[in-house]
């Protein structure tokens, strides 16, 4: 037994060194350029940080980053995401009542009702509307050939949220025929199984997937179950022109563990989610001119079941439904210039029926927004990216609601280079405008607050970004950023005195940090990650803002067939809980430090007879079984494992 213990603590050292000498090493973000002839593994933690010419940025987590964390959702796949923080409950499933799956960004995403963040899939809405907040469960990882981070607001992108997290769905752009199918299994009962096959074959391509995944979880009642189907088919019209049409189907449920030691009656029930989400894309490339225009529908329930309230139990039938049309369209018309022109359409709809232990009933029937955004925007090449060369841009987008005032976003941006150095300096105002839950609220949760919800005004934020790139050739990737949020507007109930109570844009934040990451290909067998985050905010107890992140990660192939990832993050103290909509509510909880490593060792083979490969894994969660929890009273599971396979045809 005491060598049993020696072992375990090698092995806990071993990984501990292995992350800890990542940064070290050297580490963060690889860029979409540059790396693919040398590298063999795959980038670790992050693909990299892409600059668009608009000086704005996003984070890419692809397919690969997710098979290396072996990360089941979206939130153990942005787990160590430098600028972005998660909370969760259970191993599989976000329990969406409360904080039990969350994902939160440089400070942004806390309020509930209500987010700062907005989740989408290809590019459209996915969220519970009726309180106006993501529920992460509806964004089904499977499939996600990308998840995309955008960090900032950004006009020419997106509209109505301070910062997005978008999965971009998979598809096949090489012609032939391929087929992935994956099972495994783990502690806690945790079952997942997961597969997709696509191809591509003269004008036509197509993918079709799904998955399904459940674990009777580390506590009593912290279970959870995911199941999702998904398809995608293309015609490729002419050499121009394509259409393509995408649907996601799931169906998850998720329970609430509840405090430890806390009475069984005091745990908050199981939030259920189903959604169906279907695009229809008609795009087009020239020489000169790209654009697409996208109409959607998306519509799905986030149900809170055997939930208690005082002396009864309820059950609460959540509804939404977003359908509109996007259309963008991107003009390079002159030598080194672009002008981008865009509109987005959306009607956001929802309601609720309430069902009482005691036999009675409530249900608010529901009531709708729409929301239309033009937007355009401007840049210019001066000079050659070979070697000295700037790129100014500007641009805005304009807000028209049904029910609230008219706004403006405007953005200007500046890059300044020499061959593999860019300085990139930015300004962008966000707007989001209040939802559906500000009416539900006057309605329904505190009718004393009568119509006063028409008065509010969208919130906004004007964000500043200074950033410095630095490319080492094909070895190695840094950057740094600087960047300064200044919200206000942002929409409270406040309280008498005088009476009555009403709502009111009176509150105001100051987030402002620094971000660096660094990813290095020493080897073609190697590579490195790490990256820092530092947050200042006031005021000082937002919640999920911790004043210090370090991730870090490794890919190593060795042996030829065997690849490890290790991967591992800490986070300093931070506060916890919604930031709930009252004037001047604070958040006194907070969550302690820690320190978390997880690592995956997997074994190559190939099946000629099949003309099929292959890999055998083993994955293991918290492997310095460290005691951290995202909300004190809801501990993580302790040190955990899973085994698998996956086939390729």
Partial sequence: MRSMRSVGRGIRMFVLLACAAAPFS??????????????????????????????????????????????????????RTPGVNISRYNPIGSFGGAEGGGVFIRGQGSSRPGAEIKTLVDGVPMYMSLWNHPL???????????????KSPQPHVFGNAFAVVNLVPKRIEAEGFQTRIQAAGGSYDTFVASGDHGGKTGAWDYFVGGGYRTSEGHRNDADGELRDFFGRIGYRLNPHWSLSLFALWNDNEAKDPGAKGAPAAARLGTYETRSLVTTLTASHRYEQVEGFLKLYRNGGEGDWRDQPVGATIEDLYNDFLFYGLKGREVFRLWPGGEVIAGLDWDRTEGDYTKKISTGARDKWNGEDFVLFSPYLAASQLIGSREGLF???????????NTEFDAEWAPHVGLILGYRDTELHAGYSRGVIYPGLDVIVFSEKVTPALRDTWKKLNAATVDHYEVGLRHR?????????????????????????????????NVETYRIKGVEATLTLFPFADLALFGGVTLLETDPADLPYAPDFTAS????????????????????????????????????????DEFLVVNGKIAYGFDLPAWKASGELFVAGENLTDTNYAYRPGYPMPGINGMAGVQLRF
């Fill in 26 to 79: 050297a580490a963060a973000q690889q860029p979409t350029y540059g790396l693919e002839e040398m590298k063999v593994v795959a980038a670790p933690v992050i693909q990299g940080n892409r600059l668009d010419r608009y000086a704005s940025q996003k984070t890419e987590v692809t397919e690969e980053q997710i098979r290396d964390l072996n990360a089941q959702d979206v939130a153990a796949a942005l787990r």
């Fill in 136 to 150: 992460l469960d509806l964004l089904s990882i499977d499939s996600a050939h990308t998840i995309e981070v955008y």
């Fill in 390 to 400: 700037a790129i100014p841009s500007a641009g805005i987008r304009h807000y028209d």
């Fill in 472 to 504: 080492l050739g094909r070895l190695a990737v840094a950057d740094v950023t600087f960047f300064y949020d200044d919200g206000k507007d942002r929409y409270v109930v406040v309280p008498p005195p005088p009476p009555p109570p009403k709502y009111g």
């Fill in 552 to 591: 870090a990660g490794l890919n190593f192939r060795f042996l030829e067939r065997f690849r490890l990832s290790l991967d591992c993050q800490y986070l300093s103290d931070f506060h916890v809980l919604s930031q709930a909509r009252r004037l001047n509510a604070a958040n006194a909880q907070e969550a």
